[in-house]
């Protein structure tokens, strides 16, 4: 009997010191984020940030770089690891897109041309000759566009070819992925003319071309279109136009065409090369070559793009000092809770309808990147890179409280 009664005094005092432990416990939290509340911005929102750090389990066993910049004021908020290179998955895009927009400009035109040799019998409406599809890598040519082609054609007064079609793949180099991606993913094919994210346009074409009854007597191949061939019609597609899917829906294939673009300002043929020359050259400019880094790819799929939070900063920091990129960057950005890959997310917070950012996603890697307003009216950008994390939701509802935090007063 005494025992027990010493086992029950035993376990009533280790309960009265567990209530009293987490009663002040429950005290000092709700004192601490009163204090929060009393502190001026950006004070309170960088405690903020420091408390959802510190609370965050997921970062024991997993990285993050992250930065926050005040444009308006011009000066670093907040940063944590922001050096650590780290594999940026999609926000790679915005490394592109402002690359771009710096080097072709907004009015930039992807351009696809049908082309032709020989002579047209009116008589017969017949062209004793070939057709020469001129390779633009445009990602945005769909069947209505083909069966343009095909009226183009009739309105030239050909309803029959005696000859060839050929396509034109000088654009671009011949490898059609790219480095480092994954075999086993499901990778566009890169190529001079794509069509719904494979290398078989001519293929399509044709189809179309019987459809609307234009008939080809010959075969399909690949060669170059020789000098002075005359233009039947061109298909085209403003940069703006291929921005905007590429950075709301995170399309890999637009990205890359978009990529290989930048490299043609180097000449022909576009090579990732090229590409990676331009932008290094305005990463050199904007005052970040000597940081340590990786491209590797457009699209941020290749696992051989190492970036830091403060190199994606830098570039969003550019984009915003020239007023011509911000002006058609900004509105193609995914919106918190609107639209795009965030979407859906951060609904119900201070986030809501103000982030303006590009979602990254791959095995392990979870990132997100762009624009906010602050409650005092700042205008922010950030990055933050997750790496290493095995479950990805975690990482994007850590992101999604550090913009909460962010944004609320």
Avoid at 58 to 87: A, E, K, P
Avoid at 166 to 189: H, Q, T
């Amino acid at each position: 009997m005494t025992n027990n009664r010493l086992l029950l005094t035993a376990v009533i005092i280790l309960h009265t010191i567990f209530l009293s432990l987490h009663t002040t416990a429950q005290d000092t939290l709700t004192t601490d984020t009163a204090a929060i509340d009393t502190i001026p911005w950006p004070q309170s929102m960088q405690m903020r940030l420091d408390s959802i750090i510190a609370k965050a389990g997921m970062l024991q066993t997993s990285q993050m770089g992250f930065m926050v910049y005040d444009l308006t004021d011009d000066s670093v908020l907040y940063t944590r690891d922001h050096r650590q290179t780290l594999r940026p998955a999609s926000t790679m895009k915005l490394i592109t897109a402002i690359t771009a927009l710096d080097r072709l400009g907004a009015d930039y035109t992807f351009r696809t041309a049908i082309r032709y040799t020989g002579q047209i019998a009116n008589d017969t409406r017949t062209l004793h000759g070939d057709i020469y599809c001129i390779g633009g890598m445009d990602p945005m040519i769909a069947k209505n566009e083909l069966h343009d082609i095909a009226l183009a054609l009739r309105n030239a007064g050909i309803d029959t070819i005696r000859g060839n079609i050929y396509a034109d793949r000088s654009m671009r180099d011949d490898i059609m992925y790219g480095e480092g991606w994954c075999w086993d993913d499901n990778n566009p094919v890169l190529c001079a003319l794509p069509y719904q994210r494979k290398d078989n346009f001519v293929y399509n074409l044709v189809n179309v071309m019987q459809e609307d009854s234009v008939i080809l007597i010959g075969s399909t191949d690949v060669r170059t279109c020789p000098k002075g061939a005359a233009t039947i019609t061109e298909l085209t597609h403003s940069l703006q136009e291929v921005l905007r899917p590429m950075l709301k829906n995170s399309n890999n294939m637009y990205a890359e065409c978009i990529y290989y673009q930048i490299g043609l300002t180097q000449g022909r043929p576009s090579t990732a090369k090229k590409s990676k020359a331009v932008e290094e050259s305005l990463l050199k400019k904007i005052g970040m070559g000597d940081v340590i880094h990786r491209f590797a790819d457009g699209s941020g799929l290749s696992l051989y793009n190492y970036v830091s939070a403060e190199i994606e900063v830098a570039f969003l920091r550019y984009a915003y000092s020239n007023k011509d990129i911000f002006d058609i960057l900004y509105p193609t950005l995914p919106i918190a809770a609107v639209d795009g890959t965030i979407g859906e997310r951060m609904t119900g917070t201070a986030a809501a309808s103000n982030v303006h950012a590009k979602t990254g996603t791959l095995s392990g890697i979870s990132s997100l990147a762009g624009y906010l307003t602050a409650p005092n009216g700042h205008l922010l950008c950030f990055a933050i890179i997750n790496q290493g994390v095995m479950k990805g939701i975690y990482a994007k509802n850590l992101q999604d409280r550090l913009c909460a935090a962010m944004c609320e007063k």
